[in-house]
């Protein structure tokens, strides 16, 4: 009775390493015919998971600082970015982004090339992954970046003014300036790793202007309003700390050499906090949460850029100093009773800036070796190589600003409302832009009175 059960067992016994000898002969050879790498696809597939996840951390973040009649419409317009910008990525922005744009290319790609993500190589640019991937990849970054722009305008913003101006926003602001610095545009040369110009500095200034346009919240500043859960900021922290790691680790786009972005930006944060807390310390006696999650913030927006290009001592100096200028930049705009809600051009603006620069202060040599940059620094130095890092930060300065002055003000010319009514902003927006409310039993919509 057991002559069977042995001869299947000689029988896998002999096959199966047969098996797996055939396939690792077969398999390398196929894999060096696509080009392609499982090892970097996977690294690709999972960064875009976690980029994806910060824009529901981002969503925490932002909803603990706003009162609680406001929250679920703070949480919204970042969480209807994940619908919204998805479309617009697919339908034309991921072409304007990443395709060839003929005459137009030093500034923008062709919006029909890789129009609905068709006629994508399935090898891109000769990285190891395949061109889906990449193109699912930086669409998680068109997913945030608007998405950030909306702590500078929260609890007096129409909702529907919002969905109008953020796809516009994408395609004239966001589409041509990935295009200069990551599409082969005009900003080839310069240094930036994960979007510390196209990210940061982008949504931050448009911010800025943004906020300026609609205007200071009613009985701001007089009227004092804390944070209504500190613990959601903590939470949303924690979820864009964990996210970041995707957001820069997976811009190598490469398993090789992943290590240094990932490393940098932990570091960089982790110095961010500290140093904030230590300010705090230093001014007031004693840290607050919402400090140390405000400096951990800036540590990852300052390395952003430089994650890649730089080694992680120089990851430390980042964090720490760009947290010392968003710091002050805070203490600015408080001076200057400037309404940018939840410092979004203070941490967001100011930290992509501060670490644009400092990108070329620290960039190794061997690191942007590869890197068209490396010929910057071969002809002009480090200060040319600086100085190349400010150019790219004024161009995305006067873009961001420009498109959003010029969207912003087509908007209103079309009679579409900046903001929501008086009553609706001493109501709060959750009841009159959606109809619902986060806490009830705090606030109360008419129905439960």
Sequence with gaps: MFKPRLRRFL?????????????SALLPAYAEDAALSAADNTLILTS?????????????FYGGF??????????AMSFVMMGIATLVWVSFGFSLAFSNGGALNAVIGNPFSYAMLENIP?????????????????GMFAIITPALISGALVERISFRFWCVFTPVWLLVVYAPLAHMVWGGGCLGKDLDFAGGTVVHISSGV????LAGLVGWRKQWPNAVRPPHDVTQILLGTGLLWFGWFGFNGGSQLSVSGAELPFTTTHISAATGLVAWALIETWRDGKPTAVGMATGAVAGLVGITPAAGFVRPGAGMAIGAITALICYLSVQVKVSLRFDDSLDTFAVHGVGGTVGAILTGVFASTELIATHPAAQVFAEKGRVGLIADQFQVVLVAYGLAALGTLVIAGILRGCGLP?????????????????????????VGSPQFH
């Design 206 to 209: 448009s911010a800025l202007v």
């Design 418 to 442: 900046f903001r929501v009514p008086n009553d609706a902003e001493d109501l709060g927006v959750d009841v009159s832009e959606h109809g619902e409310e986060a806490y009830a039993e705090r």
């Design 11 to 23: 029988i896998a016994l002999l096959v199966v390493p047969a098996f797996q000898l055939l396939s």
């Design 66 to 75: 706003v009162q609680a009649r406001n929250v679920l419409n703070t949480m």
């Design 122 to 138: 399935d090898i891109w640019d000769g990285l190891a992954i395949p061109g889906l991937s990449f193109a699912l990849f930086q």
């Design 48 to 60: 875009a998971a976690l980029v994806l996840l910060m824009t529901p951390g981002l969503a925490f």
